[in-house]
């Protein structure tokens, strides 16, 4: 394994911890409180609706369990050799921020992946109504996490791409 600054390591595995907990307890929190069906409005657009997802993502391949949970495994295995990857061959070496949303990419899928291995399905509930008659496909917090953590990464592996792009244009 390569070197990894050791405070990387810690904010990536307490955030990792931070969102399986919180997707858990508010996942907990649905299952106790609402019916699957249900719907609790919250306040304007939002709303707390439990569904019981079944598929992949957006609620896609309804009852296929193993190509999702298989996905998912992939993701989490990947994430140690890609980070071994840049170190190994470009000398990088992940910053306290990056590492953060590594964090929380992992700790989304975990999330999720104890919902699809201990239940069969994962349990979504936040519901967002962009329009009438139109709604955003119901997430939780497993995938907000991963999400945000995915696009934060991105913004900076494409700001950090540029900048050394311009360095050695510009020496």
């Given amino acids: 394994m390569p070197q990894v600054r050791r405070s990387s390591v810690i904010v990536a595995a307490a955030l990792l911890s931070l969102a399986v ?13 609402l019916h699957v069906g249900e719907s609790m409005h919250i306040g304007g657009p939002l709303y707390f609706t439990h569904v019981e997802n079944r598929g992949a993502v957006f609620g896609l391949g309804q009852g296929y369990f193993l190509i999702p949970t298989i996905a998912t495994i992939l993701i989490l295995a990947a994430i140690p050799l890609i980070v071994r990857h840049l170190h190994v061959h470009y000398g990088y070496t992940l910053t306290k921020f990056e590492a953060a949303c590594v964090g929380l990419i992992a700790g989304g899928a975990i999330g999720n992946l104890i919902d699809r291995t201990t239940r069969s399905a ?7 109504v ?3 008659g139109f709604r955003w496909p119901a997430f939780n917090v497993a995938d ?3 999400v945000a953590g995915t696009i934060l990464l991105l913004i900076v592996f494409f700001r950090y791409g540029a900048r050394e792009v311009e360095h050695t244009a510009n020496p």
């Fill in 21 to 33: 907990v919180f997707d858990q307890l508010t996942k907990v929190w649905v299952r106790a409180s």
């Fill in 122 to 128: 994962v349990t979504d509930f936040v519901d967002v």
């Fill in 130 to 132: 962009l329009w009438p």
């Fill in 144 to 146: 907000a996490c991963a």
